[in-house]
């Protein structure tokens, strides 16, 4: 028994792991004026600029950034209009505008978004076949044009990252690639960024960041005390910061904090030598895809039900993490009323923050649950590893993110 009260049971050793994180990570006040010897370091000639909406052009960042890019001699053109979901269709305009262009490098402006637009046009131009192909499973990149990226939300964690996701519009299938070769040569992460961001869009962002943590933090895998504080000490800093975030727009230091926990996060240091989950990733990628709810928001609304199906599983996990990150008292003789005791407070939490915790509140129908099963990537049949979620299991799930 280890000093939390949970019982280790010693069935399965920490997996072997290589970790590989080579991303340039510059972190700070102004750092964005940087880009342009960045790039030129990096070996770029002719920078592709990927950006979102009008906020990057409202605040200034983009004006910088080109400056940026001219004092470094660079040529650069620019490509604008990804969605909150990126799209296929603005990931084919990119590589044909690429192409069109001799493109050598890649400069995504923004957030999660349009880091994964950025890296699904960097694989696109590297091959001769459709670019959906590498996340249908269909091909696996083998190379990238280098994409670098300038940060203005803390959330999805692609700046560091492995993975991309993108939407295919015929169907509205959301899929994932990941894979190494994708990840950017350097990330700009400037704090200050973020501080015109929504309070809505920074809390639905911090979701994202603790829906990281704990996809790699319910596991399988047995003795793996080292990342389980390293992802409870993340869960425990997003407890502090998020709340000074949101009475305080300004809070450069806290905003700092949640930055790099974002990074930190999804860049896998926290995953290794750990069976990892996801399943919550896949669950809600369907109600993104469907009712074009922000990423983070879907994805409170997804995991305290998750939580609640799987709780039995290993309770004494839940119940860890009851204790050691929401402060609940341990209940040795009903372990499982701690364990719910932590749930109610991660929703609590949430709710607090001003996030949806049920699907009505994002605009989900009971109706549609057949649909949001069927539109599922099942691989092998079910989902995750934690507890393996197959379609009656996922149907399941989805019909407790109505119930109070």
């Not at 010897?37 to 009008?54: D, M, N």
């Amino acid at each position: 028994m280890d000093y939390s009260g949970r019982i280790c049971i010693r069935r399965s050793k920490v997996d072997n792991f290589q970790f590989f994180s080579p991303t340039r990570f510059i972190f700070g006040k102004d750092t964005e004026n940087q880009a342009g010897t960045l790039c030129k370091e990096f070996g770029a000639s002719k920078v592709f600029i990927h950006f979102g909406g009008g906020s990057v052009v409202r605040s200034g960042l983009l004006d910088r950034v080109k400056k940026s890019l001219s004092e470094a001699e660079l040529d650069f053109v620019q490509l604008g209009g990804v969605k909150p979901n990126p799209e296929d269709t603005l990931v084919y305009e990119g590589i044909k505008l690429c192409k069109q262009e001799n493109i050598d490098f890649i400069l995504a402006v923004g957030g999660g978004s349009v880091i994964d637009s950025a890296k699904a046009i960097g694989m696109g131009l590297c091959y001769d076949g459709d670019f959906w192909d590498f996340y249908s499973g269909a091909a696996v990149p083998e190379k990238t044009i280098p994409v670098a990226t300038v940060l203005t939300i803390s959330a999805a964690g692609s700046e560091g990252s492995e993975s991309s996701v993108i939407t295919k519009t015929d169907g509205m299938y959301k899929r994932g690639c990941s894979n190494d070769v994708i990840r950017p040569v350097f990330s700009i992460l400037n704090p200050a960024l973020t501080q015109t961001l929504p309070v809505y869009q920074t809390a639905a962002g911090a979701a994202d960041i603790m829906a990281h943590i704990f996809e790699r933090y319910f596991t399988n895998t047995k003795n793996v005390e080292t990342t389980d504080r390293l992802c409870e000490g993340l869960l425990l800093s997003m407890l502090r910061e998020l709340p000074k975030v949101l009475e305080d727009p300004d809070d450069y230091d806290a905003r700092a904090n949640i930055m790099w926990a974002g990074t930190v996060a999804h860049n896998n240091i926290i995953g290794v030598g750990r069976k990892q989950d996801w399943s919550s990733h896949d669950l809600e990628h369907e109600l993104s895809a469907l009712y074009g709810v922000t990423h983070g928001a879907g994805l409170a609304v997804v995991f305290p039900a998750w939580m609640k199906y799987t709780m039995n599983h290993d309770v004494m996990r839940f119940a860890q993490l009851a204790v050691r990150v929401f402060g609940c008292e341990m209940d040795f003789f009903h372990p499982e009323r701690t364990a719910r005791k932590g749930i109610a407070r991660l929703e609590q939490f949430w709710r607090a923050c001003g996030l949806p915790i049920r699907m009505e509140e994002i605009g989900g129908k009971k109706d549609d649950i057949p649909y949001l099963v069927g539109h599922l990537e099942l691989n092998g049949g079910t989902l995750g590893s934690f507890v393996p979620i197959g379609e009656a299991e996922a149907a399941e799930i989805y019909g407790m993110m109505f119930e109070k």
